[in-house]
């Protein structure tokens, strides 16, 4: 696994971020025949809340993200983007795996999307996640908090 770390997100991120989400998710946003190469990134740029975003830094360059945006019921799992030629490393899993650590040891169930027929979604299968609801584009999943850790 490379060395990676991870530091807040700023404004300052959001083109960055934008190109990598249109590029990660390309694929299965073609095969689903919902690839629109302006709107991939301007649903980034609308919905990108730096406050809860974390950039992913590898080198000491930018790598990727991750959002975990607080709700009524859960926290939501977003923007989760890798380089492609980072993926498969390692480095997805262990920061997925940190993050849920601080969730169960808060009590905080998580949600999260993924788009049909992702390879993501065996990694969050891996994790803990089950299947929610799901409709032609979408697989929505949810994890509750591990009751082990939780209050300890």
């Known amino acids: 696994m490379a060395d990676w770390e991870?530091?807040?997100a700023s404004v300052g991120?959001?083109?960055?971020?934008?190109?990598?989400?249109?590029?990660?998710?390309r694929a299965d946003l073609e095969r689903l025949g919902r690839y629109d190469e302006r709107r991939v990134r301007q649903r980034l740029r609308g919905?990108?809340?730096?406050?809860?975003?974390?950039?992913?830094?590898?080198?000491?360059?930018?790598?990727?993200?991750?959002?975990?945006?607080?709700?009524?019921?859960?926290?939501?799992?977003?923007?989760?983007?890798?380089?492609?030629?980072l993926q498969g490393?390692?480095?997805?899993?262990?920061?997925l795996r940190r993050l849920l650590e601080g969730c169960d040891r808060d009590g905080l169930r998580v949600r999260l999307n993924v788009l049909q027929g992702s390879a993501a979604r065996r990694l969050y299968e891996?994790?803990?996640?089950?299947?929610?609801?799901?409709?032609?584009?979408?697989?929505?999943?949810v994890r509750e908090p591990a009751p082990a850790v939780r209050g300890a």
Request: glycine share 8%; with cysteine.
């Open 6 to 8: 991870i530091r807040p």
């Open 13 to 25: 991120d959001i083109e960055a971020v934008a190109e990598l989400r249109a590029a990660v998710l």
């Open 47 to 85: 919905g990108f809340a730096p406050a809860h975003t974390w950039v992913i830094e590898v080198g000491g360059a930018f790598a990727g993200c991750v959002s975990l945006r607080p709700a009524a019921d859960a926290h939501w799992l977003e923007h989760f983007y890798l380089l492609p030629r």
């Open 89 to 95: 490393r390692g480095i997805g899993a262990a920061l």
């Open 126 to 141: 891996r994790h803990g996640f089950t299947l929610e609801a799901e409709d032609p584009v979408d697989v929505f999943m």
